[in-house]
């Protein structure tokens, strides 16, 4: 079965760090990966996605994301957080399972402290 | 460009009435999918437009839940004798291309759903 899984419910840094919010996936088929960004009472904004080529995507607002085949793993990442960045962040796989579906991560909290 | 957009954006309603909810995708998108989110967890697919059909109607929790979209655009969500554990975020996505899932999903900012 697909499924995708977010181990970590909350992720801090401070300010200027590197950060890590990490991701793992389980398909049968060759995955599309995405990674989506939720501030406080709005929708989802898309980031980044990988579908095929590099496997070191990058993305809106300095983020990026390096696909792993062989640990099955979509982490994002970004060299210097900021306190602007502190959002609730979900990881989606889509893969054709029998037609195709796409499931998202619990979601991370961010928290960046300055 | 204009965006997914959901109306209304906050709904308070009784137990046991009927709610409407609508959805306007980005023009020309293919794809529309409804999502529920209850306070502080993930994303909950409920159903998934392809054009004006719906292939994939396997999140709708109950038979209290239909979706229906016309003239490819414009998607309605209807929950019928509301529940309070009906009580969340709707979410409506679209995205350009149906088949593939390889396009993002855009987002609306989401109907506040909150049953007395």
């Known amino acids: 079965a697909q499924s995708v899984a977010q181990p970590e419910d909350q992720v801090n840094v401070a300010e200027g760090n590197p950060l890590t919010v990490k991701c793992t996936y389980s398909?049968?088929?060759?995955?599309?990966l995405f990674w989506y960004v939720q501030y406080p009472n709005r929708g989802l904004q898309f980031l980044l996605k990988y579908i095929t080529g590099d496997n070191l995507v990058k993305g809106s607002y300095g983020f990026e994301a390096e696909f792993n085949k062989s640990q099955t793993s979509f982490h994002l990442k970004k060299p210097s957080a900021l306190v602007s960045d502190s959002a609730l962040y979900f990881c989606?796989?889509?893969?054709?399972?029998?037609?195709?579906?796409?499931?998202f991560g619990a979601g991370t909290r961010l928290f960046v402290k300055a | 460009g204009a965006g997914v957009s959901q109306s209304p954006s906050n709904k308070v309603t009784e137990k046991g009435k009927d709610v409407e909810l609508r959805c306007d995708p980005i023009?020309?998108?293919?794809?529309l999918y409804w999502y529920r989110q209850r306070l502080g967890q993930g994303l909950e697919f409920l159903i998934y437009f392809q054009g004006n059909s719906a292939p994939d109607k396997s999140g709708l929790p109950s038979d209290r839940f239909s979706a229906e979209r016309t003239g490819e655009s414009v998607s309605t969500l209807t929950i019928q004798r509301t529940q309070q554990e009906d009580s969340a975020v709707y979410l409506c996505?679209?995205?350009?291309?149906?088949?593939?899932?390889?396009?993002?999903?855009?987002f609306g900012d989401g109907t506040r759903l909150s049953i007395l």
């Open positions: 996505a679209s995205s350009a291309e149906a088949g593939g899932f390889n396009q993002p999903q855009h």
């Open positions: 398909v049968s088929g060759n995955p599309y």
């Open positions: 989606a796989v889509a893969a054709n399972t029998g037609g195709f579906k796409t499931i």
């Open positions: 023009s020309g998108h293919t794809a």
